[in-house]
């Protein structure tokens, strides 16, 4: 896998999907030219952003306390996997729309392991903290073993909050798209819906492990 040469692919995917080029194809022109790596690809297509957009999304994050008093909706999967793969030493980076993501790519084949209790359990530790009104935790079916995530998810998350619901969803973007209150998600379709974006992730890794990500150009040098 080469490296040398990643900076110089985000600056021309950058400038290429701000002017409205086509992602995926883009996305192959210049990871190509630069004979990026597979997870490399992942990288620059996750972090890099169209600047408009990218500032849309940042006017709209908001910090750890507006959570006090306020409800949450939680994209489930999504916080975990990027906690599972902080702790599993995957890469984990910050996006040009201020949120976090890490490389892996997995959501749809996820499957639980030794870590997801860690995780889980730090989640439920941070909102205990920060208070929310109320907790909607949203578990998407499709994925293995769901029912037994939402299950170990409602009872962490109940003694972290009086008012908390964990529900099976074909998609979590549907709930969330809509939900009145601040929303806890990375993914793209949420953001571009939610009034009020919090990065749960990254309260996590700040709070317990000290943990700063790099911006996304910074991972290879």
């Known amino acids: 896998m080469s490296t040398s040469n990643f900076v110089l692919a985000c600056d021309e995917f950058r400038y290429l999907r701000g002017r409205g080029y086509p992602d995926k194809a883009t996305l192959k022109l210049v990871a190509d030219r630069h004979r990026l790596g597979r997870i490399e690809r ?17 006017s709209r994050i908001v910090g750890s306390d507006a959570l006090a008093g306020s409800a949450l909706g939680i994209d489930w999967y999504n916080v975990l996997i990027t906690l599972e793969s ?59 073993w769901s029912a037994r995530m939402a299950e170990d998810a409602r009872g962490a998350l109940a003694a972290a909050c009086a008012r908390t619901d964990v529900v099976l969803v074909h998609s979590a973007d549907y709930p969330l798209k809509k939900y009145d209150g601040i929303v806890a998600s990375s993914d793209s379709t949420i953001m571009d819906h939610a009034g009020r974006i919090v990065d749960l992730a990254a309260m996590v890794l700040w709070t317990v492990f000290g943990f ?4 996304v150009e910074q991972l290879f040098p």
């Open 42 to 58: 992942n990288c620059l297509f996750r972090g890099i952003i169209a600047a408009p957009l990218a500032r849309d999304r940042r």
């Open 212 to 215: 700063s990500p790099p911006p």
């Open 86 to 144: 902080y702790l599993g030493g995957h890469a984990v980076f910050l996006c040009d729309d201020g949120m976090i993501r890490d490389s892996a790519a997995v959501h749809g084949s996820y499957r639980a392991s030794a870590l997801t209790p860690r995780a889980v359990s730090e989640i439920a530790a941070i909102l205990k903290t920060a208070a929310p009104s109320r907790v909607d935790a949203y578990v998407d079916a499709p994925i293995a």
